[in-house]
């Protein structure tokens, strides 16, 4: 993926593709996540925590709730309207380990 902006049909292509890797294993930033959904507006691909670590999850007001796996809400646009550094930083899980860029 280059630097420059994507058109409406290329955004639309690549969350097309993200979609197609819900329920994948990624890395980012040396943690294994599960991608979970693929938002529209504004772009943002939600991963999960793939460890056994809870974290207190917060209600709609910000009051504390309850335990689970903690969520990553990471842009897939820069301000810019680019793909993101950090859309660029996931990396797919194989089976043997071994990583490949999204």
Do not use: H, K, W
């Not at 049909?9 to 890797?21: G, I, P, S, V």
């Not at 990471?74 to 550094?85: F, M, Q």
Request: aromatic share 4%; hydrophobic share 40%; charged share 20%.
């Amino acid at each position: 993926m280059d630097p420059t902006t994507p058109t409406p049909a290329e955004l639309a292509e690549l969350l097309a593709q993200l979609r197609a890797l819900i329920g994948q294993s990624v890395r980012y930033q040396g943690m294994d996540y599960t991608i979970r959904d693929v938002l529209e507006a504004p772009p943002m691909l939600v991963l999960q925590g793939a460890d056994n670590n809870t974290e207190i999850q917060a209600d709609n007001y910000g009051q504390p709730r309850s335990l689970g796996t903690g969520f990553l809400d990471l842009p897939i646009l820069d301000e810019r309207g680019c793909v993101s550094a950090e859309l660029r930083l996931i990396t797919t899980v194989q089976a043997d380990d071994a990583s490949d860029p999204v």
